[in-house]
């Protein structure tokens, strides 16, 4: 349960900053690190374990057959990425503090950042791959409300949909992935998709697999070419770019580069996707970043260069190299989070983040300058601080792969490249910040130090790069070795984190790249010049025209199908439907199987010419509503004869429920329309719809032809044999309800729910004009209510009532249930409602239907979740027999719990519809209103 809480609880406290909104900005902060604090200390009562090597493993089953549970794990990686998930975050609580204006919503912003930190959480702690897809598409939407939350500017919101569409596209080639992983393995947990890593790898679909997968983590984590939508959401403020871009979101890829790689890693075509894909992003962010003048942009392209050495590292597929590659995870979150906040400080006191205007800050924000100047150094790769010892790990590694052959010479040069260029834009970010002359022209002037708590934050993350940089061993080995050892799978790789190795190749890298770096630094005038001749692609105006162009196309086709007819919706539907069926049909060798038909009777023929007739009789007399109605209601009772006819009475009961309740829903319509409709259609199309209709039945009933001449051989005996013994009833249909497809029928009454809730938005507050009169022109009766009506209502509402606990109670075992009884209550207090009106059946029934219909969908889902209790799966039913004094021996299921929960949901929704309606006839007339 501590798994489950840590990412929970971020969720849960999201709820904490809105209703601290207005209570103080101090106090909305602190009570936004309540939940992240709590996490952090259960994550610290797991680390002894963590450190000792074990995996924690959290499950409740859920799913079986499909393969999803609730399942967390805890080991070194995903302890390491939730340490960072949580720690970070509170820094940025803190920082956001002092960064957010008054005028921006504070409450909002921090309940954006906790429903992004709980989707991390449980993108690093999820132990089911199907899980963790719900939590990585929950950081895309987070992320989404995060950058965009500045949502009066439009660079904000296009750099929030850019995110999102990218990021989003990746996700669903991931979720393919992850389900041929599944079908692959048989399993969707990690612990078997790790223990079968050679079966994936042997596999045919594996080349599949892995660009399905790679395509989800390179488009999370910015890798090239799906790079360009990490600089343009820097719109976002800096408190959200310090943390998504530098420690969390954007390494969510590299994370599940990092989780899959003992199952995916090891084989050539990982070596050359991953590896070239680093290596460009690598060169790609390193030069950019050189030439931005805004310092986000400059630290935006600094990151996708760092994401590429990280996926560079894990795809020169080493031990050695994976261990490298967690080591830069752990120090570009440090020294990246705050450069950017150190960024936002800058910008948040002098008003601009343009390099051209901010020069010489040293002498006004000495303490800003050393701290950023400090992180800056890390970034570079400068002696002593923590970038210098992973970088140096990330030299070596590059000079021992050979799978390039002669070539393999190319990727140490590469790294030395971008090594070059990371030195370069880290000597201007210091040099032209806080030194290079003066301040030119700032918004705010003079520039200051920030308030002392802002620059704690920067201060404890500076800190962490010089003591990892000057004491490895006593910080982070301990954290980095759990962190790799659960990477790669297997035991560790002999490695040192000495600051110290001699003098060596990859010290030679390192010392290149620095004097390079200065050097290219010196000399950037001829490289600008060069740079500003270069055709500008400005990659969001080009994601922009890409996304017009979709939606002009989009929008051309809907019109080549939509021209606001149901008539041509339903001809192209039924034209669909001959092509694709009448097409398999037309393949069978013979339509007629070896199985005979059942002999016709009488009754069954004479209810079924009825219902032939009525149906013509509704098509010939469709323009007079009224009688099209009856003619309909009459259809609706032979399909309830023909189910009581072939033993299906819990279909026949639901079906005369339903056929009252739609009757009467059709009823209230029909009162705001006219008696009797225009003739709209030419003989031209009469005849096509003629046409498809005859085709139609012709297709409906050779398809059935060929179906009851035929074996059928279905599913319906498991159920038959397993209704009593394994549900605990004899009514096999409401037991499937309930029991066995249990899951399904929540899903339909959440539904059902929903759509009463939308319902209800379209017709709150319509105004309608009402009928003057009837079809033959007599005015309508001022006293809307009936005598005779009234009465017969109100002796029949307890009847009905007792009727419908009746359904209720003997649903289990006898035909009813919780649907049927609750349509059965919702016809009798509808009748209410037409025979006394709205305001006499409120005044006696004050019940808001909203409440109703939400209580059954959570009495359902209460329902289920309780079986997690005692170790059950999701909505398994539990039955036993009790004597209950007065009453004798009675079974009792938890399945009833559920049905009640059907029963009210049915009710609310059911009401929330039809008494709504109602009141449109309430409302008094207005010439012209409506």
Sequence with gaps: MTLALIVILPLLGSLLPLLFNNHGRSLCATMTMLAPVIGMVLLWQQASAVFAGETLVQTWRWLDLLGLHISFRLDGLSFLFALMILGIGLLVILYARYYLAKKDPMGRFFAYLLLFMSAMLGVVLSENLLLMMFFWEMTSLSSFLLIG?????????????????????????????????????????????????????????????????????????????????????????????????????????????????????????????????????????????LFQHDLKGLLAYSTISHLGLITLLFGLDTRLAAVAAVFHIINHATFKASLFMAAGIIDHETGTRDMRRINGLLRYMPHTATLAMVAASAMAGVPLLNGFLSKEMFFSETLEQHMLGSFSWLIPLGATLGGVFSVAYSLRFVHDVFFNGKPVNLPKYPPHEPPRYMKVPVEILVAMCLMVGLAPGLTVAGLLAVAAQATIGTTLPEYSLAIWHGFNLPLLMSVVALVVGVAVYAARRPLFD???????????????????????????????????????????????????????????????????????????????????????????????????????????????????????????????????????????????????????????????????????????????????????????????????????????????????????????????????????????????????????????????????????SRVLLPLALLISVYIFLRGHNLPGGGFIAGLITAVALILQYVASGEEWTSRRWPVNYHYLAAAGVLIAAATGAGSWLFGYPFLTSAFDHFHIPLVGDIELATAMLFDLGVYLTVVGATLLILANLGKLSQLPSRGGDF
């Excluded at 162009?549 to 001959?578: I, K």
């Excluded at 199987?593 to 149906?615: H, K, N, Q, R, Y």
């Excluded at 029909?670 to 209709?693: C, I, K, M, N, Y």
């Excluded at 096999?732 to 809730?757: H, P, Q, S």
């Design 149 to 289: 939350y500045w949502s009066h500017s439009t660079d904000a919101r296009k750099g929030a949909r850019m995110a999102l569409a990218v990021t989003g596209a990746g996700g669903l080639a991931l979720l393919a992935g992850v389900l041929l992983i599944g079908q692959v393995v048989g399993s969707y947990q990690l612990s078997d998709v790790f223990a079968a890593g050679d079966l994936l790898r042997e596999h045919a679909l594996y080349p599949v697999i892995l660009v399905l997968v790679l395509l989800g983590v390179f488009t999370k984590s910015a890798q090239f070419p799906f790079h360009f939508w990490l600089p343009h959401a820097m719109a976002a403020p800096t408190p959200v770019s310090a943390y998504l871009h530098s420690a969390t979101m954007v390494k969510a890829g590299v994370f599940l580069l990092a989780r899959l790689y003992p199952a995916l890693a090891d084989t050539d075509l990982w070596f050359y996707i991953v590896s070239s894909a680093g290596m460009a992003t690598l060169l790609v962010g390193a030069c950019t970043a």
């Design 530 to 792: 060069w740079y500003a001749r270069q055709p500008e692609l400005d990659a969001k105006l080009v994601f922009e025209r890409l996304v017009q162009s979709l939606v002009r196309g989009a929008g051309q086709f809907t019109l080549m199908l939509e021209n606001a007819s149901l008539q041509r919706y339903l001809a192209c539907l039924l034209g669909s439907a001959l092509l694709v069926s009448g097409w398999w049909l037309y393949k069978l060798p013979s339509l007629r199987g070896e199985v005979a038909l059942t002999p016709i009777d009488g009754t069954s023929l004479a209810v079924a010419l009825i219902m032939s007739v009525a149906a013509l009789a509704t098509v010939f007399w469709h323009r007079q509503r009224l009688v099209s109605l009856t003619m309909l209601s009459v259809v609706g009772l032979g399909v309830v004869l023909a189910f009581a006819r072939f033993a299906a009475p819990d279909l026949a009961l639901t079906q005369i429920s339903v056929e009252v309740v739609t009757i009467v829903l059709l009823m209230l319509a029909l009162f705001f329309l006219p008696a009797r409709s225009p003739r709209e259609s030419s003989v031209l199309r009469r005849g096509r719809d003629l046409l498809l209709a005859l085709l139609c039945g012709l297709l409906v009933a050779a398809l059935a032809f060929a179906v009851l001449t035929r074996p059928y051989d279905s599913i319906a005996g498991f159920f038959l044999q397993n209704s009593l013994t394994g549900g605990g009833g004899s009514n096999v249909v409401n037991v499937i309800l309930v029991d066995f497809r249990g899951f399904d029928t929540m899903g339909e009454i959440t539904v059902l729910a929903i759509a009463a809730i939308g319902i209800y938005a379209l017709i709150d507050g319509l105004r309608l004009r009402l009928p003057g009169g009837d079809s033959l022109g007599k005015p309508w009766a001022k006293r809307g209510e009936l005598l005779m009506l009234v009465n017969l």
